[in-house]
Structure formats: C-alpha cells, structure tokens
C-alpha cells in the first residue's frame, strides 16, 4: 500500500511495512505509526528503532491514537526511538507485562487502560508526569513503583486498578483526585 500526501513544503508516504502502517516524512526522517498493517495476523508486536523505505531509514518515534487499540496484543516490545505513546494507543488488549523504555517521555491517556490480564508495568525514568487513566482498569496489577523523575500523576491515572501496593517518591508533588480509586 502506497499513499503520497502534500501539505505546504512536507512531503509523506504513507506505507505499510512488517506488522506495521506508517507516515513517513521525507523533511525529517521520521516514522509515524498510525495502526497495525493489512497483513498482521499475530499477538506479538515489535515496535522498531526505525524502518528503511526507498533508501532511507525513518527514525520511528510516535504513533496515532487508538493506534493499536483491541487487537489481541498479548506481546509488546516498545522501539528505543518512541518518545510518545499516544491516547489509547494499546488499551483493551491482552498483555500480562509492559516495559515502558526511559526515552519514552510522554504517555497520553488511556495508552494502557483496560486490559484484564495486565500484571507487570515498568514505567521508564523518562516518565514525568501519569496521565489520567494510563494504567486505569487493569485489576491484575498489584503493585507499582513510580520513577524517580515523575512529579505528577493526574487524576484517575491508575483508577480501577488492582492495586494494593504502591511506591511513590519524593519527587512526586502532584496526586489527582481519584488517581488510586477502585
């Protein structure tokens, strides 16, 4: 699939490749993920550093919302180029663990809310400020600790959560309402 897009002087491709359809912006090398591709059939995805198209190589940094929202993940590797995980980008899947990497810096809401079986979150030192509902509706998971680097955690961020242990540093001068609330 192969689709060209012009806006002002920013020229894209829009291409499938692997499991994976992306944006790629010729201005700056970068790899915008917007979902899974026509051709994936698995639970396993592999978000790459980066792709090559044509010659040349895409960094892969973000993605769309709702990117990869219920389609049957039970495994997830996170690239070492994603800085953003955008609003519900994985939510309702079925992933027992998530390692967030440190150069992600930024979760929107909802990137990993409801899913049932999800027990084991590491959240990289990245990470400085939970959004709402990020890690809500997940009744496996029972304990948390928070990086070192986070200063907010917004209301609702672990809402309905199994939580029954939580570790949370100094640096955090923030909690929203309801953000732990069954």
Request: charged share 10%; no cysteine; hydrophobic share 40%.
């Amino acid at each position: 699939l192969l689709l060209m897009s012009f806006s002002g002087k920013s020229f894209s491709v829009d291409v499938e490749i692997g499991d994976i359809s992306y944006s790629l912006n010729e201005n700056d090398l970068t790899a915008y993920m917007f979902g899974e591709s026509s051709s994936f059939t698995g639970t396993h995805l592999v978000i790459p550093d980066s792709v090559a198209y044509s010659g040349q190589n895409y960094s892969v940094e973000t993605m769309a919302t709702f990117a990869f929202e219920e389609i049957g993940l039970t495994s997830l590797v996170i690239g070492n180029n994603i800085t953003e995980i955008s609003n519900s980008a994985f939510q309702k899947n079925d992933l027992t663990s998530v390692i967030i990497p440190d150069n992600v810096t930024t979760i929107l809401g909802f990137a990993f809310a409801n899913m049932p079986n999800l027990s084991d979150v590491s959240i990289g030192s990245g990470i400085t400020s939970i959004s709402s509902m990020v890690f809500g509706g997940l009744p496996s998971l029972k304990s948390i600790t928070i990086p070192d680097n986070v200063t907010t955690i917004v209301g609702s961020a672990f809402k309905n959560s199994g939580l029954t242990s939580v570790v949370i540093p100094d640096s955090v001068t923030e909690i929203g309402s309801s953000a732990f609330a069954n």
